[in-house]
């Protein structure tokens, strides 16, 4: 007892430090839901003065995040951008797997345990050039470590030589390819799990995926592909799932979020569900669905953003959200750019032909090429040789890697493409030695094909005087009062052909009344 | 032993209250996280009530539904309920939304200023979030986010938007429906469809009729048209790709472009990085001696004969040309595939096989036992640089 008692102020210390740690915790960990608004610190709001910070842009991220004993790290809808296209400025655009290779490899330098899950949909066009990017696509996220990828439709409506292609070469071992209600290739084919269980960090965490009712008349015309009403599907597979004894359960839905939030409620067994389907911008907070204690996710499109879902020992904040902009506070990661490389050699070597990209007769007729318009037109092309427009395929050579055998770049950086179909017409831009007549983004692409014209003035084909008239006719534009894009302007024939390559992606900013003036050109002398 | 345990329950409760009575003064539970540490702000109690606090009863706006071209605003309230002055500054947005000019920058005690957001849907149809960020100089809110959401809609819809067709057999034909609805009370028609490709005009039958309201897909939709589209597989193999564009009498809508997709096989198809499907030739491009290349293919065996179907390589020119097959793999009764790896290994002569006018070209000469292919040849340009 007298023993005991010599001890009692040692064992008050003992309690008091445990008080202590205690309650540093639990004040620390008061909110349920953190957000990362509310997580902002005074290191990076001190550098909101700098326009070009992207943390004062687009926030900070992990503030006070301790060590978690894993992050879950979910994406999905890539939609094919494999990067962004700097179209706008890197500096203005989000995403890219570059800079998502860069934000895995420090959260693993700082010892953070990380599972990388993506619900699916990395392309968003059909075609040769879709199945090269899928396949690029694929073997970045496996070089990424990522643990669990989801069927998007388009990802499934590739051709079955193709489909059969990149999975026949997929290693069985590291397949991360998960559906429980997709079957290729035959229902029980070996090419996709059922579900996965990984274990990270000390916890066993299961997951599989589901590809939603919206998406199924999109592959109905497959006949190698099955696909199972996805509750049903899931009640099939919940037993077996369960019996693995998972820490978390995800649920990772190319669906939109009504369907995933009903499948939540019928199977409350996932703490965790992922959907695709939602907003372009994902919210900074995750949502409790209502009726469970499951919680949705959210990731946006287009690979702009990742969510990081930080799971922490603690009975009050088991986990963190944190929304994370993919900008450029991450540098580009040499490995994703060797890819990029690979990608752009690999579009090369198989050439527009064999990318099935083919001339598609324009009515209008044969492109003559900016160099010819410039004999008679000399005050515009002027103008024109003073704007960017007329170093568009110079801009692509430039890059690196090169970007001029991509025609989802050549599209709206040379001449005589249809530019938002990414397709040439028939005497449109083929290459720099097929056809240099053609390169820039040229006179015709806004005026129309002007061979039949030429031809005409240069009386290389016999036409009356009105004929002459009607053809110079068909290449005028006119801009009409008040014309351009914004509220309460005037959508013209002519601010809808700028729109065509100035959309929303490639120069979100466009305002036609602010850009006109920097091209502006006005008859023939 | 009662008093033993009475030491230690005492000690406990004492030790637990005194260790709360630190943390709550170390760490206060109304100085959350993202407190700015603003130095002598916080030295005093009577500074500590001069502070600006900034409450904004609403952070997210709901605008509904919004067709495509239309803007819509909402004016969010921001207040300080602080003793301090309050500064609010806008402190990024997203790209499609513009916050208008707050009325000042600067919010005395109990006084309160709007904040417009503005948003044009110019997206796609579908849902949309946007925001902007507030930056305050309120120590406990110094980043403030205002979302706008909601979904864009069009006055009619495409569904699906595509006609794709999937693998069609080579002299088989394959058939799909997809529906025009419009959303308004508008009667949709379509005035003209244009297909600009003449081969695939040549291989497409469209039908258009009317459409009941329980076929469509929207159920909003008022009334639609359904487009049966027929694709009859003629002699290309390979990808093919093209638009269907329709003309409609929709004002908003009048013309509307449908991408057309599907891929036509043979029993027999090859696939892999750099294979032109409709030339049968396979690019391996431009390489150094010194690093050799090597393209991985694979042949698919589909129909009735598949699983009895046995290839073999007869015949490779040049010789500096190897052609493997590798296991055969059954995915089903009707279903084969068979890894085929061509390679030139390193240390090869420096070597142009690219075909006429410079040379002719490379091939490899497959022999198989299928009725309708006993043999089949693939052409392969390459180039052998020192």
Known sequence: MKNTIKKWPTLGLVFCLSGLVLFSLASLLHSEEATDTEQASAASADQAESENDPVARNGPIFVDWPQPKVVLLFSGEMDGYLEPCGCAGLENQKGGLKRRHTLIKQLEAKGWPVVSLDMGGQIRRMGPQAEVKFRYALESLMKLGYGTIGFGARDLQLSSDSLLYVLANLDQETNPLVSANVGLFGADSPFAHKYKVIEAGGKRIGVTAILGHKHQPAIENSSDITWVEPAQALRELMPKLESENCDVLVLLAHADPEEATNLAKQFPQFQLVATTGGAEEPPNRSHTIEGTSSHLIEAGHKGMYVIALGLFEDSKMSFRYQRVPLDHRFEDAEEMQAMLISYQDELKGTGLEGLGITGVKNPAGQFAGSETCADCHADATEVFESTPHAHATETLVDLDPPRHFDPECLSCHATGWNPQEFFPYASGYLGLEETPHLTSNGCENCHGPGAAHVAAELGEVDATDAELESLRAALRLKVIDNEGNQEGQALGVVVKKCMECHDIDNSPDFDFQEYWPEVEHEGKE | ?386
Request: aromatic share 6%; charged share 25%.
């Open chain 2, 1 to 386: 032993m009662k008093s033993f345990l009475k030491i230690i329950v005492a000690s406990a409760l004492f030790g637990i209250g005194l260790g709360v009575a630190v943390a709550y003064v170390e760490v206060r539970p109304w100085a959350s996280a993202n407190i700015r540490d603003k130095g002598p702000a916080r030295e005093t109690l009577a500074n500590e009530n001069a502070l600006p606090r900034v409450e904004v009863p609403e952070l997210t706006y709901k605008f509904g539904n919004i067709e495509r071209g239309a803007s819509m605003s909402h004016v969010f309230k921001v207040r300080n309920v602080g003793a301090g002055m309050l500064t609010v500054e806008v402190g990024s947005t997203t790209c499609k939304c513009t916050v208008g000019d707050l009325s000042k920058n600067e919010i005395g005690p109990n006084e309160e200023t709007d904040v417009l957001l503005e948003w044009t849907a110019k997206t796609a149809a579908g849902p949309f979030r946007h925001g902007a960020t507030l930056m305050t100089n309120d120590p406990n809110r110094s980043r403030i986010e205002l979302t706008v959401l909601g979904e864009v809609v069009e006055s009619s819809s495409l569904s699906p938007s595509e006609m794709y067709f999937g693998t069609v057999r080579s002299g088989e034909s394959k058939k799909l429906e997809i529906f025009l609805a419009s959303n308004l009370d508008e009667e949709v028609k379509i005035l003209n469809t244009d297909i600009y490709d003449e081969q695939l005009a040549s291989e497409l039958t469209l039908k258009i009729t009317s459409a009941e309201t329980s076929e469509l897909p929207f159920p909003e939709s008022t009334n639609g048209l359904k487009i049966s589209a027929t694709y009859q597989s003629g002699k290309r193999i390979g990808p093919f790709r093209g638009w269907l564009e329709l003309t409609t009498n929709l004002a908003k809508a009048k013309k509307l472009s449908v991408p057309i997709g599907g891929t036509v096989v043979g029993d027999i198809s090859v696939f892999g990085p750099g294979w032109n499907a409709p030339r049968g030739l396979l690019r391996m491009g431009s390489f150094a001696s010194t690093k050799g290349k090597q393209v991985k293919l694979n042949l698919t065996v589909r129909g009735e004969h598949a699983k009895t179907t046995e290839i073999e390589v007869q015949k490779v020119d040049p010789p500096e040309l190897q052609a493997t097959l590798g296991e055969k793999h059954v995915m089903n009764e009707k279903l084969v595939h068979v890894p085929l790896i061509v390679e030139i290994v390193q240390g090869t002569r420096p070597l142009v096989r690219t075909g006429e006018p410079a040379s002719s070209d490379a091939t490899i000469l497959l022999k198989t036992n299928h009725p309708k292919a006993d043999q089949i040849l693939l052409r392969v340009h390459f180039s052998v640089e020192p």
